[in-house]
């Protein structure tokens, strides 16, 4: 997994701050190898003159992926180099690139055009600020501090990156966005000068200063990660040693999302975020198993605790048999204690929100939902009202986003395959409709197990109260404490079961699932009457939005309910 860092950066820096800085950037690489280790550092940049160069130069020096996203093509970009050094540097540099995104045209709005205030060029560079703020994790900006109104400069990218408004681009910015917290706001300061009469940095601001920026806390000393952004991408750094620490559990070559075949070219960012999918969901179904296995675990070792404890109470026992009591609940909490420390819970829903957004990512990609000339990421608010520590989520999903290819529309044939393979029916026991039809059908029983055993241990626990209260005198002293036992131990299974029950949330899920069945059945029969190709994706596009909104509604539920050693006491 990558950890993606964004570039802006003045074009005109100083011949005596160059070598500083490039001391700068070359401790805030150091610095993040050292904090993350599992994860491999990437840099995203358009390679101006400059501060680009500079950044790019630093990175190849320590072994750091180049990713090289170029405003226009090449052969019109290289007009906008003032000098045949600068020139020959990019070329050498987009050579060493690992990958290199070429933008499409940007889209111009009328107004804009209209008023002649913004020239098509500087649309295609606003726009590759776009682009690197929205698939990076961390923005490094060697900047002066100054807010001028260049567009597409440093600044307005700075600006975006904390606010997510660019002039010029508001038809590819979610409304809903403006409101809420960014996670993606995260920043990285150089203050530097520029080659320039009025060049010295903002006042308050002195040159080689380093800080950290974010739009909620402002700035912060470069040693000092905020907090919030730290466990972010702490939950990104476990992300990728789970993955390293589990590899073996993924079969190679293991179909998933295509095993159906489509007779198609299936595009490489299909295929990079099917092999994402299959990580998360590998992961989500290993710390799945952990989690059930430790709620059951606790909960027999409650039913066995409440045994020995009415057994000692009702039969003349050894004292030794508390030491038995204190042994089951000791392992007990070092089982939760076990389970809280690696974070099993927090994993599996992690991981299991993960994979079903990857899902809806695969096919909204291949299906052409996602607007192909959008250099915006299109996935912004999903969990995005959560937790910004969940916002790691986010940052795997733009990692996916990246390698989707810019100004290339997806095949319309590839439109039947998604509804047939994600949509799916019932009948065929394929897809998602015939997936929550069974997840309905599965919780309904085990809810209905759930309160069948609570009313028999009812029912039984008034039998033995009868029995005792009208044959007494018929019973051994034997007979009537082994009732007495089953009085206490009945009542204490069917509050176990229950309390299991309350922890998988089968009420609130059968009826989660069954919301999403309908959801998917309707869209069925929407796709099924002779619509258009525009109309099917028009209405994948809100059938992935349910997905979305479910998986947030279902990471929440879930979040609320972690497995805890109260259950044992």
């Known amino acids: 997994m990558n950890l993606s860092i964004g570039v802006t950066g003045h074009r005109d820096l100083p011949e005596q701050e160059k070598h500083h800085l490039e001391s700068r950037v ?80 940007a889209p111009r709005q009328e107004d804009l055009a209209s008023s002649g205030n913004i020239s098509s060029r500087e649309l295609q560079y606003a726009q590759a600020g776009l682009f690197v703020s929205n698939h990076c994790q961390i923005l490094l900006c060697l900047w002066d501090g100054k807010a001028n109104g260049a567009v597409g400069g440093t600044a307005q990218v700075v600006r975006y990156h904390l606010t997510a408004v660019m002039e010029g681009f508001e038809e590819q910015q979610s409304s809903a966005h403006l409101l809420a917290d960014n996670e993606n706001d995260l920043a990285y300061h150089i203050v530097c000068s520029r080659n320039r009469p009025d060049g010295a940095p903002e006042p308050g601001f002195k040159p080689l200063d380093c800080f950290w920026l974010t739009s909620q806390l402002g700035r912060s000393a470069a040693a ?22 589990h590899a073996r559990h993924h079969v190679a070559g293991k179909v998933l999302l295509l095993d159906t075949p489509a007779g198609l070219e299936v595009p490489d960012s299909a295929l990079f975020t099917e092999r994402l999918f299959g990580i ?95 250099v915006a990421f299109a996935y912004e608010n999903f969990l995005q009202k959560q937790d910004v520590e969940l916002g790691w989520i986010r940052h795997v999903m733009r990692a996916a986003s990246m390698q989707r290819a810019r100004g290339k529309e997806s095949e319309p044939a590839w439109v039947p395959w998604v509804i047939r393979d994600w949509v799916g029916d019932p009948a065929s026991g394929g897809g998602q409709l015939a997936y929550y039809s069974r997840k309905e059908a599965h919780n309904s029983i085990s809810l209905r197990r759930t309160e069948f055993l609570g009313t028999v241990c009812l029912w039984a626990g008034i039998a033995v109260t009868f029995i005792l209260a009208l044959a007494t005198d018929l019973l051994s002293s034997e007979q009537q404490q082994f009732l007495l036992v089953l009085m206490g131990l009945l009542p204490l299974i069917a509050g176990v079961r229950d309390a299991i029950s309350h ?13 999403m069945a309908r959801i998917f059945s309707n869209a069925r029969r929407l796709l099924d009457g002779k619509a258009s190709l525009a109309f099917q994706r028009r209405v994948l596009k809100a059938l992935g939005e349910a997905a979305l909104e479910e998986g947030a509604e279902w990471i929440l539920m879930h979040r609320s309910r972690p497995l805890e050693h109260q259950g044992l006491v």
């Open 224 to 245: 000092e990660l905020p907090a919030e952004y730290a466990l972010m991408l702490d939950r990104l750094e476990q992300f990728e040693e789970d993955r390293q620490r």
């Open 503 to 515: 922890r998988r949330a089968e009420k609130e899920l059968i009826k989660q699932y069954r919301f």
């Open 280 to 374: 998360a969901d590998t992961l989500a179904v290993h710390f799945q198993k952990r989690v059930n296995r430790s709620i059951f675990a606790i909960y027999t070792m409650a039913i066995l605790m409440g045994l020995v404890f009415i057994i000692y109470t009702e039969y003349s026992v050894p004292q030794s048999v508390l030491w038995g009591f204190l042994a089951l609940f000791f392992a007990g909490v070092a089982l939760h204690t076990t389970g809280s420390k690696r974070q099993w819970h927090r994993k599996y829903l992690d991981y299991r929100a993960l994979a079903e957004a990857l899902r809806v990512q695969f096919y909204w990609n291949l299906s052409g939902v996602v607007e192909t000339r959008s």
């Open 26 to 105: 070359r401790a805030f690489f150091t610095d993040l190898a050292k904090r993350y280790p599992s994860l491999r550092l990437q840099v995203l940049s358009p390679l101006a003159e400059g501060s680009d160069q500079l950044v790019a130069r630093v990175a190849k020096e320590q072994g750091i992926d180049l990713v090289a996203v170029l405003p226009m093509a090449q052969e019109e970009y290289e007009k906008d180099f003032d000098s045949a050094e600068s020139l020959a540097e990019f070329r050498a540099l987009l050579e060493s690139a690992q990958q290199v995104i070429s933008l499409p045209d």
